[in-house]
């Protein structure tokens, strides 16, 4: 009497696939569109902030265009590198993925709203707001009745004062027009005076 030994092997999933004819997907594709699509989303953030989306579109396009490509080649090295390309893809890491890479945007998204502020953001944090040389006086953001640019395209705006009189103003004064230049949505420069009366107005509430 013989006895013989039957060996059993089961195939991973993906090799049944490939002996049936069909390929296996694997995660370095999910990487590397993950990687382009969110460097192009990253791009479309900072050209929006920085202005460019709106004054110089195909400027923006181009950028968009070369971000979404360097993703991709990172996303490739990337696959390379951790050996994504012979690791079948699933569920989890396609969600992961997906995950990390709408952190990196929403980082990206909130690092350019900080540097490219709008005009009464930077308002707020450079002269009006809580704890700034204007703050509490007439020209402060929480008492200023009107803010509007002087004309359309150009970088300034003016500051008409508001709230209480305080006590002691000689009777018949009028604060004067608080005028700024570098006024521009997503610029990067500080406010600075327009004129010598605006200038002299900031020096007398302790201003740079």
Known sequence: MT?????VT???????????????PDSSLVVMSVCAVGCAAAAVAVTSHARLLFDHLWL??????GAAALGFAAGWGVSRLFGFQRR????????????LAYAAVWGVNSVASHIFMNVWDR???ELGGPGQCLAGTPYGKDR????TWVTKGDDRMEISPGGPVPEGTPTGYKYPVLKLKNAVNGGTRP???ADDTSRDLLRSYGCR
């Open 10 to 24: 089961v195939a991973h999933p993906a090799v049944r696939g490939m002996r049936s004819g069909a390929s296996a």
């Open 88 to 99: 079948t893809l699933t569920p989890r890491f396609a969600v992961i993925s997906l995950v």
């Open 191 to 193: 406010l600075a005076p």
């Open 60 to 65: 923006s396009g181009a950028v968009w265009a």
């Open 144 to 147: 200023a009745s009107v803010v």
């Open 3 to 7: 006895n013989t030994n039957q060996e």
């Open 123 to 125: 308002f707020d944090a």
